[in-house]
């Protein structure tokens, strides 16, 4: 999957986007779920949120979209839009998630 070897740009390019804080965090634990579904690691999160997910990581990494990225101040604000999205989407599946991931921890 091109994704997987693309995520540590990815992740690159959301620490550089200072006008959406939050955007480094939404893509650190999207890249960590879609990482964890190619490895067989998730099968709890519904196919759709990742295939969601792995479409706004790549339209993040995307050279063209609908507001260039190189627009001062605007220029991530349709990535993070579409990121913010796919949350707002799946927050009950992925709070599930982490409520599940806490707990294989705790017994650890």
Do not use: C, W
Request: hydrophobic residues 45%; proline residues 5%; glycine residues 2%.
């Amino acid at each position: 999957m091109d994704l997987i070897r693309q995520l540590p740009e990815i992740r690159l390019v959301a620490t550089q986007v200072a006008e959406f804080p939050e955007l480094t965090d939404q893509v650190e634990f999207l890249a960590e779920l879609i990482e964890d579904f190619y490895s067989g690691l998730n099968q709890d999160v519904p196919y759709t949120a990742i295939a969601e997910a792995a479409f706004a990581l790549s339209y993040l990494r995307k050279g063209v979209d609908i507001i260039p990225d190189r627009i001062p101040d605007i220029g991530y604000a349709d990535d993070s839009a579409i990121i913010t999205t796919v949350f707002e989407t799946y927050k009950e599946a992925f709070l599930k998630h982490l409520v599940k991931q806490d707990r294989k921890r705790l017994k650890q």
